[in-house]
Each structure stands twice: as structure tokens, then as C-alpha cells.
């Protein structure tokens, strides 16, 4: 059997806040709790009003400068 890897986030909630999808799932975050969940878990909190929570790997590597490529005006 083949088995899928769900792809997972972090979320914060501002407020408290409680999920529930057509699929049965449902959650409850209280303010300023960050808690991982599947993508399509994470999708439907940030609908409902959370943000998202980068991890720090993933706040340097989107920071990380990237090479300038230079353009030279001719007259």
C-alpha cells in the first residue's frame, strides 16, 4: 500500500476560534495558540480568521537575498 504524505502547517489563532469541516473534522483553538495540522485543516482555520506560522528555516530561506542581475541603460 502506497501512503500519502500530508503536507502540514502551523497556525495561530487571535482569537478563540472553533473549525468544523463537511468532512466531520473539527477543531478549537483558544487565543494565541499555535498548533501544526494537515494543509487542508490549516486552510479552513486561516478562513476562519487564523494566520499562518512560518517555521524559522522557512523565514530565512524566503528572506535569503537573491543574486541582483544588472541592467545597463544605453544612451
Known amino acids: ?3 500519502k504524505q500530508v503536507k502540514r502547517m502551523l497556525v495561530q489563532a ?3 476560534v472553533y473549525v ?3 468532512t466531520g473534522d473539527a477543531v478549537r483553538l483558544e ?3 499555535i498548533r501544526e495540522f494537515p494543509d487542508y ?3 479552513a482555520c486561516i478562513q476562519a480568521g487564523c494566520s499562518e506560522v512560518k517555521k524559522m528555516e ?3 530561506e524566503d528572506t ?3 543574486p541582483k542581475t544588472r541592467t545597463t541603460k544605453k544612451k
Open 1 to 3: 500500500m502506497v501512503e
Open 14 to 16: 487571535n482569537e478563540d
Open 20 to 22: 468544523a469541516l463537511t
Open 31 to 33: 487565543a494565541g495558540e
Open 41 to 43: 485543516i490549516a486552510y
Open 58 to 60: 522557512e523565514i530565512i
Open 64 to 66: 535569503k537575498e537573491k
